[in-house]
């Protein structure tokens, strides 16, 4: 069995993690990419196509295919949640991340709070976020204080929704839950680094969120603790609302105000970027394996186990 | 002998070390956290408690006491310092933490520049931080960016204190003083994330400071270098003022300015969470030991070192 | 053959990795910094000087000198530039920094962006900084939203400068072109941690940028690949522009727009101190080497194998 996965994301991290628990590997990559990748990972197999999507055609019996941010934004959440690739992890949770109701009844199943909707724009009392339908990559949005400054640039001409805006700092919080061991283990927590709301200087209240990295953080020791126990609420949330396990690696996306009311406002079922902070290992994977743990020997060690006790259709869902 | 500390702060840091340099350990944790430390941490002993005060009146005979920053949270200094209880470290430097003008005291004896005291507030020509007294937690005190913004917002009915705002960016510095070796060591710097003063964007200018967690940084060479003197001078300065050492970890909390003033407004004298962000390795403990060197760890080799030539009590104070 | 450099910047970086290469050292240190860095290494050569300018008189026909930040602020460019000193990577690259027609020519030659220069007052369209001629280290310009505002702060009596402010995040990124395995290496990314900048409470938008430090950072896998490009395409414009090769590390130093436009506003042809962070690994250090390459290191490593073939002349240019 050989581990793949498309040339974008966290290619580099599961790729390498990979060959590091002896498995053989393939990335898919379009030719303008190769000349990078073949740079970062000199002897693996590197199979070009004109388009990631192509993974929905290839044949390749004696792969599993990792999963990550790339696949939804090339292929399309629609034809990944309809194809018979084997993937890593649970594809059916995509379907809760890609739908907005969905989403917030899985959050709040989870024990988990959200951010505050207002359907009223009299009810607003406190910094929101007003979405036009349809917004995308942070067009189409705009963040206002108060009541008056959402009145005064609300579209007359469109739908939208407008979210309470938690005032707090970022933590993204990724786990892994291995059917190999029967436990949760709380990977690693970053922060993503945007553009330009993380600039030092702007000149306004109205910054973009555009990721273009992410930085590494740990939590307070007692605030770990707490979001443990989120991570043991979303699986066992998951679990009640489809009957289906989660395995492999997860990721939920926090907000934490002045208060310290942990605030959900996204999760992620498969390996997020932030984790490439945590090459060679985050403090988090170092203290629970006393060796160096990236996600993607993480990965690749929870196949190789499974495999070994002739369970890895579990994990492929 | 076996390494114990309470399931808080930086209890998986020290635990871990303890474990990697040969020594069994002790937890003791409450049943809400047993669960998760015993996730992380799944051969040491773990003694459940009702309260980590109970510490105060278990008898174990064979342990050192590793102290962090929740021992004072939950045991209190005032029962610490009565206690009997073998902790490494110098116990005597909680009373210069907790009493503010001994606090100023050990730091000016040390050469280190505080923030600015206006005992009138006439006298304010810069931003200050005004604090009611007995004000804790962030609550209570309030940012002020000139003398009018005081006089709006100052209680007429409390007693205050009023200190300089430094506006600059946050540095907290760890360091290892060595018996065994007779060495200083600069372990590592690091900056605290804290919501909602690090939210990259706010509605006002008054923001809180409740730390949920920490983040990497080196400093420049040359800082660095200065940061040595100042830790230098920090064990000097204690020296002179009381005659005793001061083994072990401690932390100078700092702010630099646009001219390059280091201003001293914290110190803790034990192992501080910040150092949680440098396991498996800062990369002045690296570049010291040509290893990993983790806080824990370097707790537990000076431990072992102090052993092995029959003076472990000069570091347990 | 030994390896040497003054002591300051990313000195204890380079000296660690040389000698963990299996090379001698030699840091020229003033009496002031001895102690310090004896302390960080205890068994390489220190040779005391009043000046680190002594190290042009100083004749050790053993040692190659890594040069960094600090050979230009205490030894100067013109100086570096006149000597016959033994420096590891292409002195040429100097003239290129120190002069802002022949830094722009050479970006653009490399296809990168660089900030917007305003010739007339007229035209300002968008946030600026102004900066008097002679300006440095941050005295002397400033920060400017628009036209009016630079109408009302603009100097009568001084020539100046008016370029556009990018508001965006700051990202530096470290490479290393090796000549011994003819390959470009993508090194690390960091962020400069800068007083009053980073500040998370300002009371105006004029901070200063007084680098105190750096944080660690990995970029989107995507951006990745566009900053892999954009060094090939810094090679190849230098090769363009002056037939020469430039071996060893450099960096570029840029701002992420909103639009994901990457503005280069900067680049050194030498170790920067970002690369202290790296310590031992960067992430795409250890995916390229399997094992921790930290820049020291890296640098060391390049000149044994260079030496083994008998070409590290091409290297000391």
């Not at 004696?62 to 990550?68: E, R």
Request: hydrophobic share 40%; glycine share 8%; proline share 4%.
């Amino acid at each position: 069995m050989r581990i793949g996965t498309i040339a974008s994301h966290s290619a580099l991290n599961i790729i390498s993690g990979a060959k590091t628990e002896g498995f053989e590997t393939v990335l898919l990559s379009t030719p303008n990419r190769t000349e990078f990748y073949r740079s970062m990972d000199s002897n693996g197999e590197i199979i070009e196509v004109d388009s990631f999507a192509d993974i929905l055609s290839i044949q390749l019996d004696d792969v599993v295919w990792i999963p990550h941010g790339s696949f939804v934004a090339y292929i399309g959440a629609q034809r990944i949640l309809e194809s018979t690739l084997p993937l890593f992890g649970n594809k059916e949770l995509l379907k809760w991340e890609e739908d907005r109701q969905l989403k917030a009844k899985l959050l709040h199943e989870s024990g988990l709070e959200t951010p505050l909707e207002f359907d009223d724009v009299n009810d607003i009392d406190r910094p929101v976020i007003v979405k036009t339908y349809g917004a995308a990559g942070g067009e189409g949005y705009f963040i206002a204080k108060d009541k008056d400054e959402v009145l005064k640039n609300i579209p007359s001409d469109k739908q939208y929704s407008i979210q309470e805006y938690v005032v707090g700092t970022k933590v993204f919080v990724t786990y892994f839950n291995s059917l190999a061991k029967d436990r949760l283990e709380v990977f690693g927590a970053d922060i993503r680094y945007e553009t330009d709301a993380d600039a030092n200087l702007r000149f306004d209240d109205r910054p973009s969120f555009v990721v273009i990295g992410n930085l590494p953080m740990v939590l307070r020791e007692s605030t770990l603790h707490r979001y443990y126990e989120i991570g043991k609420n979303f699986i066992e949330g998951f679990r009640r609302l489809t009957g289906q396990e989660l395995p492999g690696p997860f990721c939920i996306e926090t907000i934490i105000d002045r208060d310290q009311r942990i605030c959900a406002f996204e999760f992620s079922g498969r390996i997020v970027a932030g984790t490439n902070i945590w090459i060679p290992s985050s403090p988090y994977s170092f203290l629970q394996f006393g060796e160096e743990m990236w996600m993607g020997k993480r990965i690749a060690r929870e196949i190789g186990e499974l495999m070994q006790e002739d369970r890895l259709d579990e994990a492929i869902l």
